[in-house]
């Protein structure tokens, strides 16, 4: 396989002890993320899952 396809379709998954963040850490979080830049210019999505949900 082509190392810039392997690069590009790259996914970190991570699974923790089931504690529920509270609300306003989540919220300080999210809010921080929508900050964050890298500096390849290449695009970054961070998805939050809720463990109750999926």
């Not at 989540?26 to 970054?44: A, F, G, Q």
């Amino acid at each position: 396989m082509d190392m810039m396809k392997i690069i590009k379709t790259r996914k970190s998954v991570r699974t923790f002890d089931g504690t529920e963040i509270p609300e306003s850490e989540l919220n300080k979080l999210c809010s921080y993320i929508e900050t964050i830049e890298n500096p390849y210019d290449v695009p970054v999505e961070f998805i939050l899952l809720d463990a109750k949900k999926t």
